[in-house]
């Protein structure tokens, strides 16, 4: 009988004066589980569901087969589950910016960059002006010259 949980249903059991008694469940099938009709196999979960206890708990999570079938109080603790990564170091050059990028992404973007104004240069050369309204070509004009 130990854990947070027990001393506080003691405490309550004490100031509200009633009996009870304490079951638990076995070991291989803890909490219950809930199978593809509606019932429970056993477990804590099970013993509420089918009526064999009033209240339930040691390590209970709220997870939706359980929220759906009993009712649970408000957590009095919660879990973070959380990965620690060491810290990243300072990059203090010019070059941290290009850091996060390995240099053949870096050359296949300069590539394209390349290639996109040769190919727009090879356009306006060969591509016939359009007289038919002034404002129209004039960008295409400008990689002309």
């Known amino acids: 009988m130990k854990g947070i949980e027990m001393k506080i249903f003691l405490e309550v059991a004490k100031q509200l004066n009633f009996t009870w008694r304490l079951e638990e469940p076995p070991e291989e099938n803890k909490w219950g589980q809930k199978y593809a009709n509606g019932s429970w196999s056993g477990g804590i979960v099970g013993a509420l569901v089918e009526g064999r206890a009033d209240v339930g708990f040691g390590f209970v999570w709220l997870v939706d087969p359980q929220a759906s079938d009993v009712d649970l109080t408000f957590p009095w603790s919660t879990v973070c589950n959380t990965f620690l990564v060491p810290r990243?170091?300072?990059?203090?050059?010019?070059?941290a910016a290009f850091m996060p990028f390995e240099t053949t992404l870096w050359g296949m973007i300069i590539g394209a960059i390349v290639f996109t104004a040769t190919w727009l240069r090879i356009l306006a050369r060969f591509s016939p002006p359009d007289t038919s309204n002034t404002n129209k070509g004039k960008f295409v004009a400008t990689l002309k010259y």
């Open 88 to 95: 990243s170091r300072r990059l203090k050059n010019f070059g």
